[in-house]
């Protein structure tokens, strides 16, 4: 028997005031791929990932992990027990820091550590060698790229 996908949305829909922002949206994702949601500017696409992370309710469907129910028309585990993390969309970076010293903002633990795990996280995004730079005279691309790597040691969605 394969194991139960990692996360699972069964018919999600989301109302708000009456208005649908979300319609029946279903979706496996399984241990390994990556999900990408696309769409134009107000089509539910941040909504359903607030359903997910438990921060709205949705108003119809399920929503599982690993085969347990974290929200359905009777159950609402709260955003703490999850596990699950989501980042925003504006990623308040501190503009007088350094890449690196962004990315190591708020990393606890011996010195040799913390650097460890912010070049390991640079080298993941392709940014190796960019430590030093300050974030305003990175491209727009390099910059979009980057900010993952500043905020996965606060909140990690593992497929």
């Known amino acids: ?66 085969g347990q129910v974290l929200s359905d028309a009777s159950i609402h585990t709260p955003p703490e027990a999850r596990g699950v993390g989501l980042i925003f969309q504006d990623f308040a970076l501190f503009p007088h820091l350094s890449v690196a010293q962004n990315i190591a903002f708020g990393l606890r633990g011996p010195k040799s550590d913390v650097t460890a795990r912010v070049n390991e996280l640079l080298d993941r995004v392709d940014l190796k060698g960019y430590g030093d730079t300050p974030p305003h005279l990175l491209s727009g691309g390099n910059s979009s790229v980057w900010h993952w790597p500043a905020h996965w040691h606060l909140a990690r969605v593992s497929c």
């Open 1 to 66: 028997m394969s194991p139960a996908p990692r996360l699972e949305l069964d018919h999600i829909s989301c109302r708000f005031d009456g208005r649908s922002v979300v319609r029946d949206v279903s979706l496996t994702v399984r241990a390994g791929e990556v999900l990408c949601l696309l769409g134009p500017s107000g089509c539910g696409k941040s909504t359903t990932l607030r359903v997910i992370a438990g921060i709205e309710r949705q108003s119809a469907g399920a929503i599982r992990a690993d």
